[in-house]
């Protein structure tokens, strides 16, 4: 049937011209690291549900939820615990001796206040505004912010806080030069 | 050429066959440059579906739809190659390195043969592959391969032979 032994050895003399190095880097990103060891031939044929990410899967889940109930335990027990303690002395009515001066003791309940902070965390530029009847435009800023307060107990050390986010919005007279 | 399936990963098996890739994805693209750029979409492509490495007719014919894509999607290039592929006009010369200037000859008159009959010396000779796995790869029958490849070697004799 072959007629060419000598042509085929001839051409088989000839070897194909090299590829660019940068040509293996290309594939071997386009391929991916996590592929890069991996051959196909010996990959097993895939399961229908990948196991293992779906076991780590579920094990995050439950990690999470068992966070979650431990958390909420938790505020449960500091929600007593302010409960406890929030007969606070500016709610409290001063006994009639106290308002006196009489045996005024600093009661152990009492709570006095210990500090406050507000964090702006974000502040927003409205653009300007006329106010009704004023011709004096105003920049009208809404600033976002966390405000702290805190109480303390100078009797038990014990001591109070409560967060809570704010809205301002402020107008800014906007003076012309 | 080594059964390109016991190797260990794709390093191994694409510098095996990247070579004898880009040579059969030069039938289509004029530089090497975007012989490159087909036959790396060919080869990712094909190792990303996790197609069995042994089925070569399969990868050659990646690489031959993808270098067709790549012609489709640039016109110009598509009318370069449909001049380049005219059987009265020289095909492009197949890059091959060679050890001494007379195979240059060689060279020369396997890049004059006619596009079909070049494709298929390629893949037989410097590919490897059956006669069967050539039709496969070039949907066509095996029995227009040989006669194609009988052709190319009568060609190439007849060039070859001092005038």
């Known amino acids: ?177 | 050429m080594d059964n390109i399936a016991s190797h260990e990963d794709w390093k191994s098996c694409f510098s095996e066959v990247a070579p004898r890739l880009l040579l059969f994805a030069r039938q289509w693209v004029q530089s090497a440059a975007d012989a490159e750029d087909v036959v790396q979409e060919a080869f990712v492509k094909f190792w990303r579906r996790n197609h069995n490495i042994e089925n070569r007719a399969l990868l050659y014919a990646a690489v031959r739809s993808i270098a067709l894509d790549f012609i489709r999607r640039d016109k110009r290039r598509a009318r370069r190659e449909a001049t380049v592929f005219a059987e009265t006009e020289p095909a492009m010369e197949p890059q091959f390195e060679w050890d001494d200037e007379t195979q240059s000859a060689l060279a020369a008159a396997v890049g004059s043969l006619p596009h079909d009959q070049r494709e298929v010396l390629i893949l037989k000779i410097w590919n490897e592959l059956t006669f069967n796995e050539i039709a496969s790869a070039l949907e066509i029958s095996q029995n227009t391969a040989a006669s194609r490849y009988r052709y190319a070697l009568a060609n190439l004799k007849k060039s070859l032979q001092p005038q």
């Open chain 1, 1 to 177: 049937m072959n007629d060419f032994p000598e042509l085929e050895n001839e051409l088989k003399k000839l070897r194909p011209a090299q590829p660019s190095p940068i040509l293996f880097e290309r594939v071997e990103e386009a391929l991916g690291v996590c592929r890069a060891g991996a051959s196909p031939a010996r990959q097993p044929k895939r399961l229908p549900y990948n196991w293992l990410s779906l076991s780590l899967g579920l094990a995050a889940a439950a990690v999470l939820v068992l966070f979650a109930a431990i958390n909420l335990e938790r505020r449960q027990e500091q929600g007593e615990k302010i409960a406890q303690n929030s007969p606070a002395p500016e709610t409290k009515p001063v006994s009639p001796a106290r308002r006196d001066g009489i045996g005024g003791s600093t009661s152990s309940n009492r709570f006095v206040p210990a500090g406050a902070t507000q964090v702006v965390y974000n502040t927003r530029d409205e653009g300007l505004q006329f106010a009704r009847g004023s011709e004096q435009p105003l920049r009208r800023l809404r600033y976002q912010t966390h405000q702290t307060w805190q109480w303390r107990n100078p009797t038990t050390g014990a001591s109070l806080r409560v967060s809570y986010p704010s809205e301002e919005v402020v107008l800014i007279p906007v003076s012309g030069q």
